[in-house]
Each structure stands twice: as structure tokens, then as C-alpha cells.
């Protein structure tokens, strides 16, 4: 049975810390009263919304990048792709074995 590659678990726990990272922080932020009330006068939402949930993906972000340094890939080539703004996908790193 082949192996999944390191970047698919990397996006599973990315995907996973992203969703369940959300939630929390939604929690967190009623819990603190990190809200935002509706406002009468613009009415894009009837009810109160968390501010919080940027927190939620960044623990995705932090998720993935975790995953990927516990599997062994290193951070340099996904930093340098950050930096660089371009398309930096490298189709040779990515093998069904």
C-alpha cells in the first residue's frame, strides 16, 4: 500500500487545526466578549460575531507547518516560496512510495 506524502499531512493537519482552531477561538472570543454587535443602521449581520476567527486559521497554518517539520520536511523551501511571491511547487517532491 503506498504511503501518503508529507504534503498531503501537512494540509490533513493544516485543514484539521484550521477547523478545530476555529471553534476554539470562536468559544474564546464569547467567552471574553470579543464580539461584534450587529449595528442597526448597516445591517450586515442579525446577530453577534466573534473578531477571533483569523486566530482560528493561523492555528491551521502553525498546524501544517508543525506537521511538516515532525515528518522531516524542512521550513527553508516553504519560507523562500513565501518570501518570493511566486509559484514555488516543486511536482518532484511528491512521490506515491
Do not use: K
Request: charged content about 10%; aromatic content about 10%; proline content about 7%.
Amino acid at each position: 500500500m503506498p504511503r501518503m506524502p508529507v504534503e498531503l499531512w501537512s494540509a490533513a493537519a493544516a485543514l484539521a487545526g484550521g477547523f478545530g482552531g476555529t471553534f476554539v477561538a470562536r468559544a474564546v472570543a464569547r467567552r471574553l466578549g470579543i464580539m461584534n454587535a450587529p449595528n442597526p443602521l448597516v445591517p450586515q449581520h442579525v446577530r453577534p460575531v466573534a473578531y477571533l476567527g483569523g486566530v482560528g486559521v493561523a492555528l491551521g497554518v502553525g498546524a501544517g507547518f508543525a506537521a511538516a517539520a515532525a515528518l522531516g520536511r524542512p521550513f527553508r523551501s516553504a519560507m523562500s516560496c513565501l518570501r518570493s511571491s511566486t509559484w514555488c511547487w516543486d511536482w518532484s517532491t511528491i512521490s506515491a512510495s
